[in-house]
């Protein structure tokens, strides 16, 4: 039987009860399809915080490194919100992905049709909704040199950060996005900033001219501020996205939330070789930490991607989304995603349901 | 009676049809309440690229500089968008904010009654939002240096920006933000992404040490990425938002959008001292140039903004933005805000209908 091993980040807030329902979801899905899973739970975040007085300790990097696949919960809560930036559970996280090298996340927002009520958008605006975003994740401006707080010639203090893109960071996360494009609807967009940065203007640069190895991949550009308005305007124009670390980092919320229900959307990062980094968008929700109230679905579908784009086990990848659909199908709800008419159930209950169908 | 010089700067595309239909609204309001208006019109953006090969001529900026208040009416286009960066009609827009010193971009996206259908969240999600957007605009990444291209290391090409903010920067900014708040509902959320860039730490500290002297304003904070979330979630939650340049650029389009009618939305850019920037937010819309398509809405309520914020004429404002109001009462659209039932006109037609009421 092929076996791998995976680390598990459970995290802070309701981190923890979505990755122990994930978890028994992965394992049998992929025991059903003859994979052995094995894993080991590691430290991060907040929790690792308290721990171990960092938010990413060696070894949790070390462990992640040598897995095959890494399955994180949530990081954060109000406890750490003051911390010093070395300090804070989000650093943590930009951490682990450049630990990672995991310069490419996949943003899937689509909208499901047992959930189009959710959406705050028009049912005619919002149902079809299926767009995924590629956004550069280990550079740009969250990670370039120089940053920090300096004095200025007034005597006055400034924070600075810069946004700094290289020719083979942009030709990487774009040749995924093509990839990504050609599997899907073969659209891509582009969004940039072009008309004011240098940054995006090289981007813009690299992307049309590695375009034409993409011949069936129908490539177009759009600014920043405009896509912001075009998601809202019109979100059913968009197959996949691609843009960098930090416009994707806005973007990729956006057309999260367009979807109406953010609890249930998954994401993938990954890099050049070595493991990928899954986890679902939603944050820690420190407010209903502890309560069984969490939807464990997005942390679910994150193991489903974790198989797919981690491990290439397609077929448990899609045993375990059939198994979200159908228990979707049957009624199923969190508190997030409930509406009249269907059955309210808590986090561990939801994870029982889809075991029962996978 | 008192008079003013103002600066009419048409622009390409749409610019000179709605600049010029403002204009008279301008004047007629005016004169109505005893205020002369003497109106010179300048080379500005793609048009003035074709005159003169500069976006911005010296000529349009001191004229700018020399009057009371300008109205702007769009630029760019597909012609000039492959320019080189510095003879880009965007530049001339980023030169002219710079040069007026115009730190302060006001940016309201309110649903009106009238054309609540229009927006593309459903209804109880649009009606009533009435949001205020400020935005820093001559400071941060658009504007810091370094910026440019540079060979690194590894003999790659990168293209790289700066971020910077310094402590009276972003106390002005935000001083406008709580007296324009302390107008309105009394409620400021400042958006930043303090839990990874220096630059919105030091945005946070000095917002937060600012508060203590408007105990009167409930401010709270929000990072960018949920921000963008919770204008599609709940728009109503917000009254004034305060951000930096391009967070602000990104959110004001998109709270924009949310109100479904973007050829109905004005801004004012304001400084210290000296004269206001007043532009509708739509762009230069090159496929309707010409055709007397254009909604002058969003021009004419710019002239409101530019008679409230940039000359003090409070009651000239008013008979405008109650002349808009009754000319949409009576039923009179433009193509992008039309619905059956109502009365398709062009934009020389919405003007004259304007004109009638005011
Ligand atoms: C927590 C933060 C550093 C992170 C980011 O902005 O990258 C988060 O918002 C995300 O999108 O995963
Ligand atoms: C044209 C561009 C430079 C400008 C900006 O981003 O500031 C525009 O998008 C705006 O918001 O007025």
Redesign the interface.
């Known amino acids: 039987a092929r076996s791998y091993n995976i680390t598990l980040l459970p995290g802070d807030g309701i981190g923890p009860e979505v990755v122990a329902v994930a978890k028994d979801v992965l394992s049998l899905a992929g025991a059903l399809e003859g994979v052995e899973l094995r894993f080991q739970e590691k430290l991060m975040g907040g929790s690792a915080l308290d721990a171990t007085g960092v938010p990413l300790p060696d070894e949790t990097l070390a462990a992640a490194r040598d897995s095959e696949a890494v399955l994180l919960g949530a990081i954060?809560g109000y406890k750490w919100d003051n911390n010093e930036?070395h300090l804070?559970p989000?650093t943590g996280l930009?951490q682990l992905r450049a630990g990672l090298r995991v310069f490419a996340n996949l943003r899937p927002a689509a909208v499901l049709p047992q959930l189009v009520d959710a959406s705050?958008?028009?049912k005619e605006?919002a149902e079809g909704v299926d767009i995924m975003v590629v956004r550069e994740l280990t550079g740009g401006?969250?990670f370039?040199k120089p940053?920090?707080?300096e004095t200025?010639d007034?005597g006055?203090?400034?924070?600075?950060?810069?946004?700094?893109?290289?020719?083979?960071e942009i030709d990487r996360i774009a040749r995924v996005a093509f990839e990504v494009a050609r599997k899907r609807r073969g659209k891509l967009c582009s969004v940039d900033?072009a008309?004011?940065?240098?940054?995006?203007?090289?981007?813009r640069r690299r992307v049309t001219a590695l375009s034409s190895e993409f011949p069936d991949i129908e490539l177009s550009h759009m600014y920043?501020?405009?896509a912001?308005?075009?998601?809202?305007?019109?979100p059913k124009q968009f197959d996949t996205i691609v843009t960098n670390n930090?416009?994707g980092?806005?973007?990729s919320?956006?057309a999260?939330?367009?979807t109406g229900s953010?609890g249930m959307l998954p994401s993938a990062s990954v890099g050049e070789s070595g493991p990928g980094l899954f986890e679902p968008i939603h944050g820690s929700a420190p407010d209903i930490a502890g309560q069984d109230k969490a939807n464990p679905l997005a942390t679910i579908l994150s193991a489903a991607m974790l198989l797919r784009y981690g491990l290439g086990e397609e077929n448990a990848a899609k045993r375990i989304e059939a198994a979200v659909t159908e228990t979707l199908n049957q009624g199923f709800r969190t508190g997030d995603i409930y509406s009249p008419g269907t059955t309210l159930v808590g986090c561990k209950r939801m994870g029982e349901e889809v075991l029962k169908t996978v």
């Not at 006055?156 to 083979?168: D, L, P, Q, R």
């Not at 004011?196 to 203007?201: C, F, I």
């Open positions: 954060g930036k804070k989000e930009l705050t958008l028009k605006v401006i969250y370039g940053r920090g707080f200025n007034n006055e203090e400034t924070g600075f950060n810069t946004e700094v893109y290289s020719a083979s900033k008309n004011v940065l240098e940054a995006s203007m090289l981007w920043v501020d405009n912001s308005m075009q998601l809202v305007r019109n930090i416009f980092d806005i973007l919320d956006e999260s939330m367009i953010i």
